[in-house]
Nanobody, 125 residues
Framework: QVQLVESGGGLVQAGGSLRLSCAAS????????MGWIRQAPGKERESVAT????????GYADSVKGRFTISRDNTKNTVYLQMNSLEPEDTAVYYC??????????????????WGQGTQVTVSS
């Protein structure tokens, strides 16, 4: 089992940037596929980005391609989401999640096994 704690959310103006971090407990972080999922009020969860166990393979939702970058540091048990050119439509609670399996480059939200508590990202226009 792994426990996940997100940080880095906040309020930013449109066009700005934020970097989310997710710290994982345990010594087996590198066995998990990791991802970021967001949920805006009144909307379904959206899988935003996924990164493979070694970090070689990444996948992105079309809505964030070219603006968001997922990365991980297995020596620090941490996964990151660099968000640039933020838009009001990016406003949501962002969750970090871990998947014990590997598979498609962009995992579906329901494929993740462990979730963090989430961090709020608000983009003002």
């Amino acid at each position: 089992q792994v426990q996940l704690v997100e940080s880095g959310g906040g309020l930013v103006q449109a066009g700005g940037s934020l970097r989310l971090s997710c710290a994982a407990s345990g010594r087996t972080f590198s066995v998990y596929t990791m991802g970021w999922i967001r949920q805006a009020p009144g909307k379904e969860r959206e899988s935003v980005a996924t990164i493979s166990r070694t970090g070689v393979i990444t996948g992105y939702a079309d809505s964030v391609k070219g603006r968001f970058t997922i990365s991980r540091d297995n020596t620090k048990n941490t996964v990151y989401l660099q968000m640039n050119s933020l838009e009001p439509e990016d406003t949501a609670v962002y969750y970090c999640a871990a998947d014990r399996d590997s598979g498609s480059a962009l995992r579906r939200a329901d494929e993740y096994d462990y979730w963090g508590q989430g961090t709020q990202v608000t983009v003002s226009s």
